[in-house]
């Protein structure tokens, strides 16, 4: 089968223009067919804040609220545009995307009965025919962390989940290879060495989270991971971002997550 | 040919939610292909207000300074994602689209040796292949008043000149309608009555300048629709937002723009 690389990014990366620009460098160099995700960083909170509009928690989980989803729109598809910008600069064609262009995720508002999440999507499913079509045309899709209801209205939805979601619906057509980039050089088995962890299988994952060897942040990525490794994706990389340009290279020195 | 509508909307359909939904409800009934461009109304120096930008002008020309063009390309860009949801809330499958996206207008940054405007883009042309392509997916272009100088920066570009340049683009392939919708009935020779001039045709426009009862906003609406024409696009017609389904109709009482 034919490889296809989805990367997502987040954070730092997306925080600073610099680092975009490097990082955007390197992955206009990736061959073959690739997808990007990209979240919205820490940019959503601090424009909330210069908008007036005070980001609001609830048991350290975000509500997007009405305000919220209009400057997170915002954020996301204007950061979007800029990538594709960025990217066409780079010779790479670009095409950007949220959930609601050509309906190329179907998701629904959160339905949870203890905490109203507001607007955030859950997704149902990814329209690989669509992405595939405007791959064909040779482009590469940058989707950003917004979805739809399919009834007017655009929902914050993760952008981890989303990658996951994607490289899910494309392994039926590609081989897949899904790569989270963050700030940190792989999953760490010792956070103040900097020790990665190079290869995590199914088996051996519940172990690693009991022994408190992976907490926190990391499980829902690495949740995610095996999920979209379930569903039929090859193998996910979590990395930095900086070592992009060796996801397909012996030295890769970041993270492999397989089924076994 | 088959029939293409080309509809441009600006102003206070964009800068009312309410008016929008309206609008896009009886966009959303036009048969066969179609294409809509937006502007940003006054939606722009709002925010642009509230995120601590002051809007500059020289000479009553508004300036897209570096703070400027960060700002722009969020609120078009968030619109363009907030129309398309909408219209996928109506059945209509849409694409959001900056001129950046599959580089489908190609333009550059405005040089003039007198007034620097920033980043502001002249069209050199559009692609219309890829836009095709996106048609024949069964979508509708959705394309926001952003443009690229295909070195990684966008501009701010003006929607008429887009609604203009994509009409005709697309006259070679298809009978292209180009709509200009806005506040008033069409182009008035009689501004407090509301007098609607039905039609214009070229050898009666500098006559109609001449006498002042085409003056200010309209020229270069009308200037953009007669270069349209010039170019190959059947007629242009210029209406209130409230008449789009009335354009392919015989009750039309708004202008309509020809050649002969």
């Known amino acids: 089968m034919e490889k296809l690389t989805v990367v997502k990014i987040g954070g730092k990366v997306i925080n600073e223009e610099a680092a975009l620009d490097a990082f955007l460098k390197k992955f206009a160099l990736i061959k073959g067919k690739k997808i990007l995700i990209h979240g919205g960083g820490n940019i959503a909170s601090d424009w909330q804040r210069k908008m007036g509009v005070e980001p609001k928690m609830i048991q350290g989980r975000r509500i997007t609220d009405k305000d919220t989803i209009e400057v997170v729109t915002m954020i996301y598809a204007g950061l979007n545009k800029k990538i594709v910008a960025k990217l066409q600069g780079l010779d790479n064609q670009a095409i950007g995307l949220s959930g609601a262009d050509l309906n190329v995720i179907k998701s629904h508002k959160r339905m949870n009965l203890v905490i109203d999440y507001g607007y955030v999507g859950d997704i149902e499913g990814v329209n690989a025919g669509v992405i595939n079509a405007l791959m064909n045309l040779e482009a590469t899709p940058v989707v950003c962390a917004l979805t739809h209801d ?111």
Chains 1, 2 share one sequence.
């Open 150 to 260: 399919n009834s007017g209205q655009l929902l914050n939805t993760n952008a981890d989940t989303i990658a996951s979601a994607v490289a899910t619906g494309m392994s039926e057509s590609y081989d897949v290879d899904l790569v989270y980039c963050f700030e940190q050089p792989g999953v760490l088995s010792d956070f103040e060495n900097k020790i990665v962890i190079p290869v995590i299988v199914k088996k051996d994952y519940d172990g690693l989270k009991n022994s408190g060897t992976i907490s926190d942040g990391m499980i829902p990525k690495i949740d995610n991971a095996f999920a979209a490794i379930d569903a039929g994706v090859g193998q996910v990389k979590i990395c930095h971002f900086d070592a992009i340009d060796t996801v397909h290279a012996a030295e890769y020195s970041g993270t492999v997550i397989c089924q076994k």
